[in-house]
């Protein structure tokens, strides 16, 4: 069985569900399928038509190295979309998606919906549980689930409620935070909408940050393709912050459903006093607001919440802007051939890792 054709109105058909996420779109599909990808997409509907839930599914053959494996294995990533808290539906849907993945052969499920296990910080008084991902950990720890060593995914994340007033939402974060979104407009920043033109200095501006602070990135044509479909749709809108008309800072915002999300963002020298990235996130804020969203979501926290965490710099500063901490319980894997999924998770990256070795010695 190959891939199957997406209908036109997909993408309107998960906005209204929970949790609709860029992952989830025809867009995603697409730009997964120039990297080897199968998708799949699947609805399920009520008696009267109204469709309840959606998962795209994807399917990737597993390569050693050079070589094909003949096995493959299947991943909706922040899916499926449904009411979590709908138990029926819930177990009807996982189901379902397990009834699929033996169809298709596949070794493992792995799926990591964006339902929130816990909201603040461990360990704070702002610290709550959430029944819904409560009782999704419950039933993956009852019904063979695993937890994946393989998180491609952040698990956890920051969510700014963008429903308050502007002056609210100016209010609602860190003293300190607020005075540097000030002092960026004094100081000369400004933010701009920037468009297909803007995508090349925006990922020479991003590749740029990845060489200064240690993270790996994409190529170049990866990037400026995923930017061209999302912005032809209408789902993404870079805003870039500019002194005396030079680009010193950006952030890319997809809007999906009722969630705006900072999936990108990059940063030159210069300028850095100027706190370009403070107003570019004031300005997402806004643009959030502006386009109906519930929720800007602010894409990553610290897995352990502590100094010791590589995100902890980077939580302090988007704790700074007023948002809550989200907890999820991450992506969970279905093995559903257990010798080929401990193979795969243990023995294959070493073996691959081991081929890619003896492969760079032979170029040289």
Sequence with gaps: MSSQPIPANWNEIISGLPGASLLQTSQWAEVKARMGWEAYPKLWKRADGTVEAAALILKRPIELGPLHSGMNFLYVPRGPLMDWTDDELRDRVLSDLTAFGRAQKAIFVKIDPDVPLSFGEPGT????????????LAYYQQNGWMRS?????????????????????????????????????????????GGPNDFSAIADLYAETSARDGF?????????????????????????????GKMVAAVMIFVTGDTARYVYGMSGPEHREKMPNYLLQWEAIKLAKEKGCRIYDLWGAPDEFNEDDRMWGVYQFKR?????????????????RKNAYNLFIHSLPKFIAMLKKISAGKKK
């Design 125 to 136: 008084d702002e610290f709550r549980e959430n029944a819904a991902g409560q009782k999704l």
């Design 149 to 193: 060593p393989q998180q491609i995914q952040f698990a956890n994340s920051v969510w700014i409620s963008a429903e308050p007033s502007a002056d609210e939402l100016l209010a609602n974060m860190k003293q300190r935070t607020r005075y540097k979104v000030r002092l960026a407009e004094k100081k000369g920043v400004t933010v701009r909408r």
């Design 216 to 244: 790996l990135i994409r190529d170049k044509e990866y990037y400026l393709d995923v930017w061209k479909r999302f912005g032809e749709a209408g789902m993404l809108t870079p805003l870039i912050a500019e002194v005396e």
């Design 320 to 336: 700074g802007l007023g948002g809550e901490v989200v907890i999820t319980p991450g992506a969970w894997d279905l093995p559903l």
